[in-house]
Nanobody
Framework: QVQLVESGGGSVQSGGSLRLSCAAS????????MGWFRRAPGKEREGVAF???????SYADSVKGRFTISQDNAKNTLYLQMNSLKPEDTAMYYC????????????????????WGQGTQVTVSS
C-alpha cells in the first residue's frame, strides 16, 4: 500500500521560506514523476510544481522563480522549497504520485495522479 505523508507546513510572514517534504512508502510501486498541488480556501485544487521521471521540472506561473521541486530517491522523499512566500500562497499543499505501471502525467494533469497525501497547511501572513 502506497502512502504519501507531507510535512513542513506552518505559518510564516510574507517573504519567508518553508520546505515541504513528502515521504513515500512502497516507493517501488510509484513512478519517479511526482507533483505538488495546493488548495486555497474557496478555490479548486491547482498544480504547483512537477518533476518528471528524467528529473526535468515544471512550475505554475504563479510560483516560477520562487519554488523549487526536488526529490531524494535514496530517502524516498519529494521536496518543495518555497521562497519569497506571499499571502496568496496560503493553502493546503498535497503531494501526488502515479502507479508504477502507468505513464507519467501530461502537463501535471491532476486526474492522472493515483496517490495523494493528506496535505500540510501553509499560511503566509502579510
Amino acid at each position: 500500500q502506497v502512502q504519501l505523508v507531507e510535512s513542513g507546513g506552518g505559518s510564516v510572514q510574507s517573504g519567508g521560506s518553508l520546505r515541504l517534504s513528502c515521504a513515500a512508502s512502497a516507493y517501488t510501486r510509484i513512478r519517479k514523476c511526482m507533483g505538488w498541488f495546493r488548495r486555497a480556501p474557496g478555490k479548486e485544487r491547482e498544480g504547483v510544481a512537477f518533476i518528471d521521471s528524467d528529473g526535468s521540472t515544471s512550475y505554475a506561473d504563479s510560483v516560477k522563480g520562487r519554488f523549487t521541486i526536488s526529490q531524494d530517491n535514496a530517502k524516498n522523499t519529494l521536496y518543495l522549497q518555497m521562497n519569497s512566500l506571499k499571502p496568496e500562497d496560503t493553502a493546503m499543499y498535497y503531494c501526488a504520485a502515479v502507479k508504477w505501471y502507468l505513464p507519467c502525467p501530461a502537463a501535471g494533469r491532476e486526474s492522472d495522479y493515483n496517490y495523494w497525501g493528506q496535505g500540510t497547511q501553509v499560511t503566509v501572513s502579510s
